[in-house]
């Protein structure tokens, strides 16, 4: 086929599809047995879409008269796609490395937070930063999670707890999703904490009467672009109903439902969410036997965020009795000061390690249903013709590598691929010019 494309991906080992009949997510018998090709190739289109996957010399005949922009001889590789980070706070400033030594000594996470540390010192500092050094953090942190084969990550707001340092966060989020080579899915998350001197009713009110009215307003002016709204439903945080009323006015103005639900006490999130028909809840410790039928009955996915349960020693999440019982299990790295980590990979192998999923259903979880909780899964999450030419290169002849070298995966990645663009490359590899 002659014509001129962005990129070609000779002759792969193994090229994991993951899916490749335009399903939106996978259940765990899908899961359980991923599409992988073997000695395959692919093209991205100049548009930066797939345009073929098959054989390889299948793709070799039907290319022969082809131009391409870049060509990259994946022999002895393979190719994944580019994995999908459900939930993130990636955009904060101050570290909180000296509360890292507090919970070693003990201390809960709520302990910490009602000293005035965890989410409020980091509202502190973040309120103080300019969007300026916000900005340079923010694109130091993803340029990282790239590096570790994330090409789609959501990316919360939430340590501002007003108006000002919101918006200023969520203009921090816009400019990267304009200037950087990676996808982002914006969250409002004002309802984050309670802030300082407000009830959670006053700071109910204000979001539903100040802030989202706002964000509409930025939002149909073009100004921001926000995806997701968030609450931290909690004891002691936002209770069912406060929770209730900001989410629902959320999905009036256009967001998608995606919030923290059932994290360290049961609050009947998951049975909010599959009420509201939230497209995903986030962390579930403490779900409910009710809540984990009603999340599978509504389709709403399980965002499981192993990094957190580890680093704050909490029960881990209920990975195989959600996929038992039918539920949409994604995975997210759940960045933030509180719980430090970049790398997918990582997080894949917690996930099997400590929540016992396979490696065939992490790494699902990692693609096909984090980009399905983000309403992200027709263009995002797995290798078929007419989705994004996202892609992940491992120097190895099995792609199981990725999760089962724990930490392993800045020598393994050789490439990260957005819209068929190289977008990292490790120094030790190159792109050929002809297969």
């Known amino acids: 086929m002659a014509g001129e494309y962005r990129l070609l991906l000779a002759n792969a080992r193994q090229l994991v599809l993951v899916c490749g009949h335009g399903e939106q997510y996978l259940l765990r018998e899908g899961m ?4 992988v090709l073997h000695d395959a190739s692919l093209v991205v289109g100049l548009d930066g879409y797939i345009k073929a996957v098959g054989p390889a010399d299948v793709i070799h005949r039907h290319f022969a008269g082809a131009t391409f922009e870049s060509k990259i001889d994946c022999t002895g590789k393979c190719v994944l796609p580019g994995l999908v980070d459900a939930h993130t706070h990636p955009v904060w400033a101050g570290d909180r ?3 890292f030594a507090m919970k070693l ?10 000293a005035g540390g965890g989410i409020h010192f980091t509202v502190e500092h973040t309120r103080k930063a300019t969007e300026e050094e916000l900005f340079t953090t923010f694109k130091h942190r993803l340029e990282r999670m790239r590096r570790a084969g994330s090409t789609l990550v959501e990316c919360k707001s939430g340590y501002g707890l007003n108006l000002e340092t919101e918006l200023k966060m969520l203009r921090v989020i816009e400019r990267a999703r304009q200037s950087m080579d990676i996808g982002i899915s914006s969250t409002y998350c004002g309802a984050h904490s309670v802030p300082k001197g407000k009830t959670a009713t006053e700071a109910t009110d204000d979001i539903i009467n100040n802030h989202l009215p706002k964000l509409k307003e930025l939002q149909q002016s073009g100004e921001i672009h ?4 968030d609450v931290f439903c909690e004891k002691g945080v936002f209770d069912l109903d406060s929770t209730r009323r900001i989410l629902q006015a959320g999905k009036d103005t256009g967001l998608q439902i995606n919030f923290h639900g059932d994290e360290l006490h049961p609050m009947k999130s998951a049975e909010l969410g599959a009420e509201l028909g939230a497209q995903a809840i986030s962390h579930l410790e403490e779900i409910s036997d009710e809540g984990i039928a009603a999340m599978a009955k509504a389709r709403c996915a399980a965002v499981l965020l192993p990094t957190t349960a580890y680093m704050l020693r909490l029960k881990q999440p209920q990975a195989r009795r959600m996929l038992d019982e039918g539920v949409i299990v994604a995975l997210g790295s759940d960045f933030n000061p509180n719980a430090y980590c970049f790398s997918m990979p990582m997080v894949m192998h917690l996930a099997c390690v400590n929540m016992k999923m ?5 790494l699902a979880a990692a693609t096909i249903n984090a980009a399905y909780a983000l309403g992200k899964s027709d263009t995002h999450g797995s290798i078929e013709i007419g989705k ?14 990725l999760i089962y070298q724990f930490g392993g995966h800045q020598t393994l990645i050789d490439y990260v691929i957005i819209k068929g663009k190289v977008v990292y490359k490790n120094e030790s590899c190159g792109i050929t010019s002809s297969y």
Do not use: F, K, P, T
């Open 32 to 35: 359980a047995r991923l599409d």
């Open 97 to 99: 490395v000296h509360e």
């Open 105 to 114: 000594a003990g201390a809960s996470y709520m302990e910490i937070h009602q």
């Open 226 to 229: 926000v995806n997701n709204i």
């Open 358 to 362: 396979s490696m065939n259903e992490a």
């Open 388 to 401: 994004q030419g996202d892609l992940v290169i491992i120097n190895s002849s099995r792609w199981e590598h």
